[in-house]
């Protein structure tokens, strides 16, 4: 009995520590539950580096082309296709740089190639948006199967009505013209598609509460829905100017005539019969990049929410 008293008066502070301060032995509950949520974020860590060292090295990869360009442009022709590569020119070539303007009417090429992208993406958005709203906010008879069989023209490739294009702007006399560009590439059913989508997002509440308004469908396209759809908008604009920037076929089966040339059309200059100058094609395709670059730099924040959200919250 006497042991046993000694043993509760030695054990009665470590008792007291635990009933006033919550700590537990070692084998407790929320020592444990602690165990499990640092395993866990040291598992959510490790997952982090991984995937951002892949985003990493797909990034490189993707960069991979556009530094070679970019190496090539600084250098001499028949440096170019060396092996192995030389990333790092021995030599800078800056007269690359300013040697094109005066080989080829490079401003020209460009000022036609920034009115035809400028002129589609224009007519593009605006088409594009209109039908989209009708696709999506306006109910009529056959409404859903119209848009399906529209959609379904992106299934049709280019090569299949190709030549009978060309036969029709040949009859209306608009080839060798910017016309026939303009015409064919204003409308696009990869445009209404995403427009719709974007469209489906906003509530149909707010184009009812507009009717009652007294609003017509024109007006709530332009004061309703339009203002909404930024970020859908500035995709669309960003996908349908570099598309019609990078064109080369649409141009080089409807434009024979030189001063009408676009930028891709005019890097066909340094292309002989027998050989290729390469440094200042690949001079000629910095330049041409550097528009895309500044547009997408203007649009960027509008873009990466267009691709990243589906329309309005809550």
């Known amino acids: 009995m006497t042991n046993m008293a000694e043993k509760l008066k030695a054990e009665a ?5 635990e009933l006033t301060t919550g700590r537990r032995g070692p084998g407790s509950p929320q020592k444990s539950g602690r165990l499990r949520h640092k395993t866990r974020e040291q598992k959510s860590r490790t997952i982090n580096i991984v995937v951002y060292g892949v985003l990493v090295v797909l990034v490189f990869a993707l960069l991979v082309p556009f530094f ?3 190496s090539s442009s600084l250098k001499e022709n028949n440096q170019v296709l060396t ?6 020119p021995q030599e800078f070539v800056w007269s690359n740089y300013t040697e094109i303007w005066t080989r080829i009417p490079m401003m020209g090429y460009l000022q036609n190639s920034l009115y035809l992208a400028v002129i589609i993406t224009c007519l593009q958005v605006l088409t594009g948006s209109l039908a989209a709203y009708g696709f999506s906010k306006v109910r009529f008879p056959g409404r859903d199967v119209l848009f399906l069989a529209y959609i379904g023209t992106i299934a049709v490739p ?3 009505y190709m030549v009978p294009q060309y036969i029709m702007m040949q009859q ?4 060798n013209s910017f016309t ?3 015409l064919l590439q204003a409308f ?6 995403l427009m719709r989508q974007y469209y489906m997002t906003i509530p149909d509440e707010l184009c009812e509460a507009a009717r009652i308004d007294g609003l017509s ?5 332009a004061r309703v829905i339009l203002p909404l759809s930024k970020p859908a908008l500035a995709s669309l604009a960003l996908l349908t100017f570099v598309n019609t920037w990078n064109d080369y076929m649409g141009p080089f089966i409807y434009l024979t005539s030189n001063r009408l040339w676009t930028v891709q059309l005019g890097l066909r200059s340094f292309v002989g019969q027998f050989d290729a100058e390469y440094a200042m094609i690949m001079t000629g395709s910095v330049i041409s990049v550097v528009p895309i670059l500044i547009i997408f730099l203007i649009g960027q924040r509008y873009f990466i929410q267009g691709i990243a959200t589906s329309g309005m919250k809550g």
């Open 13 to 17: 502070p470590l008792l007291g520590t």
């Open 83 to 88: 092996v192995p590569i030389q990333w790092i």
């Open 68 to 70: 070679w360009m970019i």
């Open 188 to 193: 696009g059913a990869f445009g209404v598609f």
């Open 217 to 221: 469908e024109y007006g709530i396209w």
């Open 172 to 175: 209306l006399g608009l080839t």
């Open 158 to 160: 280019w090569q299949a």
């Open 180 to 182: 026939s560009l303009i």
